[in-house]
């Protein structure tokens, strides 16, 4: 018989540098999880990507075991990483740099398996979406 699922948590960590600080056991405390369990497992499973933003999504199951998925890093993480500096404090107003069509493409490829979509070019208008609120533009 399958394990009860008791909750799910969704958490952006970075990547190979969890600790049981603030947010992950302040998100997995509550519910009674072995928490530097956890953190081993997600430091050793991200450890080759050091530094960036890991979404994890963690199913905690009743008997208080646990089991998680990691995903993309954010689309937003991706363009500053392509960038190599953060989005515009005022977007809109003042720009943050430009992005180009192939590097928005590539990042659209790179994350296609979290976004809600099959189409690479619906893909492609979500990062240019990202990168416009982020006052970035896309040419």
Not at 12 to 24: D, K, L
Not at 45 to 60: C, E, F, L, M, S
Not at 124 to 129: D, H, L, W, Y
Request: aromatic share 4%.
């Amino acid at each position: 018989m399958p394990k009860k699922v008791k909750t799910i948590i969704k958490i952006n960590i970075p990547g190979g540098s969890a600790t049981p600080a603030p947010p992950v056991g302040t998100a997995l405390g509550p519910h009674g999880l072995p928490i530097m369990e956890f953190v081993q497992a997600f430091n050793e499973k991200t450890a080759d990507q050091k530094g960036t933003i890991i979404p994890a999504v963690i199913t905690i199951y009743e008997d208080r075991t646990f089991s998680f998925i990691t995903k993309k890093p954010p689309v937003a993480e991706m363009i500053k990483k392509t960038l190599g500096r953060g989005g515009s404090q005022k977007p809109g107003k003042e720009p943050a740099g430009t992005l180009s069509k192939s590097n928005a493409l590539q990042i659209a490829k790179d994350k296609m398996d979290d976004l809600n979509t099959d189409d690479v070019n619906e893909a492609v208008k979500i990062v240019e979406g990202t990168a416009r609120s982020m006052g970035v533009k896309v040419e």
